[in-house]
């Protein structure tokens, strides 16, 4: 039995307690850690069965009990806290974005390796049954060589303006996932992007300097080309869909429902709308994602999501943003 | 070219004109007759291109140019008229249902036998491209044996009571469609039948003598099991949908509908009703049953709808009847 | 915390300890009992966490911490135990059937009244995200009055010839639960039942004295007709679909499956099959109707699947199997 | 009856011929020219019943009972023949794309005006049943403002390399329905372009100095973001489908099929592949476009694909190819 610690008890870090929790075999929460400790806090630690809980990480850093740490915490501290336990021989599972600057998401895959844990990056959306579904189909061949690679991925709703303001935009905030969705379901790096951004759900996200809206390019190290749609509000629902195409065929998903029921009534032949957002639509992938990490923890296997895997859709990002500015192709290299 | 006379220019000789106007090579009418004769039909004839308006089917019968005719007349008109052309060397299309006596049908096939015309009957959905899709790959052994046939058939709207009261009762006037088509699907003739009936949709359809909704189950000759639901008005329009079963896998048909679009947004995800009716649903149908008779004759091969095929679906709606009135089991045998 | 003991370590009383230890909050089992204790289950238990394993169901009787009881051991105890369960005061949740006597389950009924406990039969799939769907809509009028409710319902795979021996027969051991989805999604009793079946998938359950091919046609109270059709063995999975058609519209569910994933390639547009079996297929609607159990217990409400509930399918059930044997429709009050 | 004229009895002038005999009402082909009269182009004009056939398109030019033509003469003709057309006062119908020059296409507008003459340019797909559904919800407002537009257009087979070395090029032969599309759907007009184009498909097709894959990104000036993806070859058939999304929700199309037909078996459930190519699954708009071409011709309407409607999507192609080109996004400004 693995024991871990939970470093910030945010949403996601609550979701991860959660699914670990119900759905994780082999691992257990020892101690969960948040710099604001709340009565609400530890009330909710108790009925999930957490022992402790810490105003300090680095209380769960020093426990020699626990083996791995998921790093949950605000994301301008997702590289030091990385760094530190790794230095203290914790294997770490980081949250995404491991941080906005390249050099320092580097800083930390050198700890890492230098201290020879495992480290696993946040990215759920591999573990997701409808993306695995594709790249498995994809990995296998039977769609031959990939050609073009789409990816549409739409919110139900705009995040707050607030968190707008602090987000670091919507390509390091939202389409970072869809980054990683083209790298994984192409098997190819990226070398260039070419970014059209612009803000139509609402102009107060224009105002706080980031757009709503957008369709980003990218050209593949393997010749194929990616397509990201965005939007920050799709009146229907959260759209995830993509589409992999290439010499032998073609393979897509669609959205989950709640229940394949269709009503056929005088206004037509009705269909529910996805799930609603990522906490329902992708909960059974961040169970998922840390059962794949403790494997890799409990048996010396690589992590299916690795330091790499962090590093790349930063950088793509970056470019992104580059190219949104300056309306010209950026390469990767440009940026790196 | 065919030169084919339309003796009634009701609804569905008016529909035949005009596919065969359109749709059918090699083939021209040389003739339309009808019992009342107005300024609209002739003006009707004329912008179809055709020659000759009569008001009585006899001088159809009589111009030797004329080598087929089509039998639209009144339900209770086609056996006698049937026989006539006939005799006269015409080969004969004949409107479903034949009769509702299956002696006058024996009498028809006989007469058309001994004139050694050919004779095919108005079941037209067996030339529909989704009936013919299921019936070609059940045909090719795709579903292994079949074991359970399923028809749905709901129409959009109860016909008039008027027309009810005259029509011979539901399972001749429309279920008719659905035991041929049971037939057409399976490969095998039926034994038995048994037929639950009530009145949901309409209470005058019920004063008027009849049903409106029912399901009818059917033993085959090869051990299947038929079942079909029928409903006289289904709020979302013209439903028909059926599906084979057997032991390799099933295959079944949806509707077809207007275009393929489907509209998100708040309230669902939502597709086009089914096509309203049986004019636009399949009005391909008549065009290629048309010309697949007049094929037949010009080339002197069997019809795809021959006279056992007229007669089988009119016992099985007899059995049906006498079911329904004794609430029980009955074998065609009972009714032959 | 709600504690509970399951009487029964075989598949279904593991189904449920897997499912309370990791969905149902408010729960948790104290003990399991079994009339064959071995070291398999001794570990199998300790890894669920179950404290007590007792080879006599007694002893689960007399421990006055625990407040409800799973009935899961062979059918044929169902009604004893539930009964010995109900005088010790414990609430109980039978598996289905209760018991495939009328009688039986009467004195069963009487026994939970007089005590005064809760009392919930196993029917799961009205806890099953598309029964529910449908359900929903139809209680909440959409659909109008109901006309036909349709249940198609077919295994992937037959069960061992030894089983099927003592099963009691398809009507009981499968349809039953089709039985207790057309009361469910009908709002309505039976009133008469007519049953046509076969042996198409394998002679051996013929020799063995049961059918594995079936269509059954139900009239309901409300006048509505139900019909189902069943198939112990369907080539490409798990086929669990419902329709119910009404005045106003009419709503559908279809198969769940893995993913949404859809390959289009050079043979077709490939959609997968749906989930293999009941396991996969109906996991969340065996943890969800322990949920409502506890939920009926801890806050006195009505269970949502009464004793009535459990009656009335053996009754259909037994009508369905004499229809079968005397080829004619049979009324619930000829076997009640 | 209007009387028309068909210059070049190419693919193109034998399918207007066809659809105009038997679909559109109203319009009678009185003469066919091409420049190269066979035995078989006379047998299958008279097969038409086409009275007469010139080798030289001026007789139709010169005929005063013929009111229209359509230029279905090879693509570096269409502007010259369409000219001389409407300065011989025929109304004209030129097929796709009038020229490669903007300035030629000028030159045809001019002089259609000064004519007076109806003019029609070719975009046969507005007339589609599945793109008319998108078009008429958009423009009904039902997705509110269009945010981002999406078409994926894709072909079964690759061209002759004979036919990619004259084409001008793959934005000019096939992209150019889809940029007529994102003007269709969007109701705006593009602004800037930028093209990613590559060969995957055959390297023969790049030897010829074309593309067979591309994304190509249009800025709308209604500030709305197109997105068309290409390929020459799909496994699976003839892939037209598109998309429209905007803030009160989303419309999408998909591929046509020849049946409903679903069949499920071992592996997996499959449908059918898209409609094979552009003759069958365009077939009815061919008729369409010409049935409301000739309204507008008897009834002086203003024609649904008028001259700007062949201008635009020339210009949007050659700011494609000049963004592919030179790697960077291009004004249509800069190559009006």
Not at 180 to 206: C, H, K, Q, W
Not at 218 to 233: E, P, T, W, Y
Request: a negative charge.
């Amino acid at each position: 039995m693995l024991k871990v610690g939970i470093i910030g008890a945010g949403r996601i870090g609550r979701v991860h307690s959660e699914s670990i929790s119900k759905y994780v075999k082999g691992a257990e929460i020892k101690a969960i850690s948040d710099v604001k400790i709340t009565e609400e806090l530890t009330a909710w630690a108790k009925s999930m069965g957490i022992p402790e809980v810490y105003d300090d990480y680095k209380k769960i850093l020093q426990d020699p009990e626990i083996d791995a740490v998921l790093v949950c915490s605000s994301t301008n501290t997702h590289a030091p806290i990385s760094i530190e336990a790794a230095q203290a021989g914790k294997h770490v599972f980081c949250e995404k974005p491991v941080d906005a600057d390249p050099a320092k998401i580097r800083e930390v895959l050198s700890a890492v390796e230098k201290a020879g844990v495992k480290f696993q990056v946040g990215f759920n959306r591999r573990f997701d049954h409808n993306f695995k579904a594709i790249k498995d189909r994809v990995a296998a061949g039977d769609i031959g060589e990939p050609h073009v690679i789409r990816v549409t991925s739409r919110d139900p709703e705009a995040p707050p303006i607030e968190y707008v303001k602090v987000s670091g935009g919507m390509f390091f905030d939202m389409t970072i996932h869809d980054f990683d969705m083209i790298r994984y379901l192409s098997g190819s790096e990226v070398e260039e992007v070419f970014a059209v951004g612009t803000v139509l759900v609402n102009p107060e996200i224009g105002k706080a300097g980031d757009i709503d809206t957008a369709v980003i390019t990218l050209k593949l190290k393997n010749g194929a080309i990616g397509v990201i749609d965005n939007s920050r509000k799709a009146a229907y629902g959260y759209d995830q869909r993509a589409e992999v195409f290439g010499s032998k065929g073609a393979i897509h998903i669609t959205n989950d429902t709640g229940s394949t029921a269709v009503f056929s009534g005088e206004n037509g032949v009705v269909a529910e709308k996805p799930k609603y957002f990522f906490l329902e639509r992708y909960m059974q992938s961040f169970a998922d994602e840390i059962s794949c990490f403790v494997d890799s923890v409990v048996n010396d296997k690589p992590t299916l999501v690795n330091g790499n895997d962090g590093l790349q859709p930063v950088l793509i990002a970056l470019a992104a943003k580059k190219s949104l500015e300056e309306n010209r192709p950026v390469k990767l290299s440009e940026v790196a």
